[in-house]
Nanobody, 122 residues
Framework: QVRLVESGGGLVQAGGSLRLSCVAS????????MGWFRQAPGKERAFVGG????????YYADSVRGRFTISRDNAKNTVYLQMNSSKPEDTAVYYC???????????????WGQGTQVTVSS
């Protein structure tokens, strides 16, 4: 059983930056593909991006490519989401998730964090 805990959310002005962290415990972190998702009020949970276990491949949704950066530190069991050039439409609850294989679908993930709220003001 893998436990994921996100942190780093908050309020940021448009154009600003935030860094989200997700710490894993209870499993072999380095063996999992790690994804970031977000869910805005009234909308479905959407894939933001993901990173392969050895950092060889990183995927991004078109809506965040060039603004967000995903990284991981397997020694610290942590995956990060660096959010730059934030936009009001980035406002959502952000979740990290762990999967056995790379996936852009929420159904492909076995473990989820509780989420952290990010609000981007205009």
């Amino acid at each position: 059983q893998v436990r994921l805990v996100e942190s780093g959310g908050g309020l940021v002005q448009a154009g600003g930056s935030l860094r989200l962290s997700c710490v894993a415990s209870g499993g072999t972190f380095s063996g999992y593909f790690m994804g970031w998702f977000r869910q805005a009020p009234g909308k479905e949970r959407a894939f933001v991006g993901g990173i392969s276990p050895r950092r060889g491949t990183i995927y991004y949704a078109d809506s965040v490519r060039g603004r967000f950066t995903i990284s991981r530190d397997n020694a610290k069991n942590t995956v990060y989401l660096q959010m730059n050039s934030s936009k009001p439409e980035d406002t959502a609850v952000y979740y990290c998730a762990a999967a056995a294989f790379a996936s852009a679908s929420a159904t492909g993930y076995d473990y989820w964090g509780q989420g952290t709220q990010v609000t981007v003001s205009s």
